[in-house]
């Protein structure tokens, strides 16, 4: 297995435009977490799912970011509109089981100008 | 609230120097701690568990629940230890990772 597989690596975009970052877990693995690194804040969970359902969102920031998981090899966290204070790395992660260690994708780098 | 401090954002050490990364937490319940760890261009990875108490490249934590406190230790620093590492605590029944703000070592030749 690959890991877990997160595109685009990098993403340049403009303030008030869609972005939409990705991830594939682990074959097999049931959690999903999404997370996001800023210098000032560090990793900040944003979102995890148990078996593609949301269990907890609080972490998510304002109402201009989501998240879904249509099913269990695929998720995508969506900014809409994206603004500068955006930028930051965004990170998803998959574990398998209650309890289990979590394994992380290199990250996307989010840069709003 | 959770939380999980790590004063720390910058620690020098020189190599073969003793190295302690600090890691207080403030949970409501009792959480399972993890240290992770991102070396350079690597994705974050995990470096150990406190129910494990184990030692993972000469590093070992340990849990002082008095203190509510789980400092990464290692009596001599490496060169390849330089990376920044996180403290995590996982809040147990609903099975989140916090993570710090993390600390990054340097370990200097």
């Known amino acids: 297995d690959a890991g877990v597989i997160q595109s685009p690596r990098h993403e340049v975009t403009e303030m008030g435009q869609e972005v939409t970052l990705r991830c594939k877990p682990i074959?097999?693995?049931?959690?999903l977490f999404w997370y996001r690194q800023t210098m000032m804040r560090g990793l900040e969970l944003l979102i995890y799912f148990n078996n593609n359902v949301p269990i907890d969102d609080s972490g998510m920031p304002e109402d201009r970011f989501s998240a879904k998981m249509p099913n269990a090899s695929f998720s995508t966290l969506k900014i809409q509109p994206s603004e500068p204070r955006d930028s930051a790395v965004y990170f998803c992660?998959?574990?398998?089981?209650?309890?289990?260690?979590?394994?992380f994708g290199q990250g996307t780098r989010l840069t709003v100008v | 609230a959770q939380r999980v401090t790590q004063p720390e954002k910058l620690l020098s050490v020189f190599k073969g120097a003793p190295v302690e990364l600090k890691c207080n937490y403030s949970?409501?319940?009792?959480?399972?701690l993890f240290w992770y760890v991102q070396y350079s261009r690597q994705r974050l990875q995990l470096l150990l568990r406190?129910?494990s108490r184990e030692s993972i490249k000469g590093f070992t934590a340990d849990l002082n629940k008095g203190e509510t406190s789980f400092h990464l230790k290692k009596p001599f620093a490496q060169e390849e230890d330089s990376a920044m590492y996180y403290c995590a605590p996982r809040e147990y029944n609903f099975n989140k990772f916090y993570f710090g703000s993390g600390t990054k070592l340097n370990v200097k030749p």
């Open positions: 406190h129910i």
């Open positions: 074959s097999g693995h049931d959690y």
């Open positions: 949970y409501s319940g009792s959480p399972e």
């Open positions: 992660a998959s574990s398998f089981n209650f309890g289990g260690e979590a394994f």
